[in-house]
């Protein structure tokens, strides 16, 4: 007499939205963090756009592996929050967004998006504390 026991048939691991989400949640609790602890606000605001733009880029990539491109600059930020119009069309754009809302840079300005940008593949970036796109511009291209 043999006793045959369940055999679950999921391997170990984490897929890649599971740990996409982790490092979003991780960049949101840093950006709350991080300006808490630090005395100098302008080091704080710094640190909170660069996590804001990693956050925002990893929601590009997840609606890249969904949708085969990323949106263009015309369909913009918005596409990860709202099923974007035009072209190139998002067929398998997720229910829900990929974000609840699109974070406003710690000057209270819009996030910038170009694809193409200007620095190679797409460009997500914050025009720092004066709203002119100049060298003091902060963006996925020169994060640490």
């Not at 890649?16 to 605001?45: C, G, H, N, T, Y």
């Not at 609840?100 to 193409?116: A, C, E, I, T, V």
């Amino acid at each position: 007499m043999s006793i045959s026991l369940p055999v679950n048939k999921r391997t170990g691991g984490f897929t890649l939205i599971e740990v996409m989400v982790v490092v979003v949640i991780l960049s949101i609790l840093a950006a709350i963090i991080v300006p808490k602890i630090m005395d100098r606000p302008e080091q704080a605001r710094i640190a909170k756009a660069k996590q804001d733009i990693r956050a925002l880029e990893a929601a590009l990539n997840l609606y890249k592996l969904d949708n085969f491109t990323y949106p263009s600059t015309d369909q913009g930020l918005e596409a990860l929050v709202s099923k974007p119009a035009g072209t190139p069309e998002a067929k398998n754009w997720k229910q829900g967004g990929y974000l609840d809302r699109l974070p406003k840079d710690p000057w209270g300005n819009p996030y910038m998006y170009l694809n193409p940008g200007a620095h190679g593949g797409i460009d997500v970036y914050s025009t720092g504390p004066d709203p002119q796109s100049e060298d003091d511009d902060i963006g996925n291209w020169s994060l640490d």
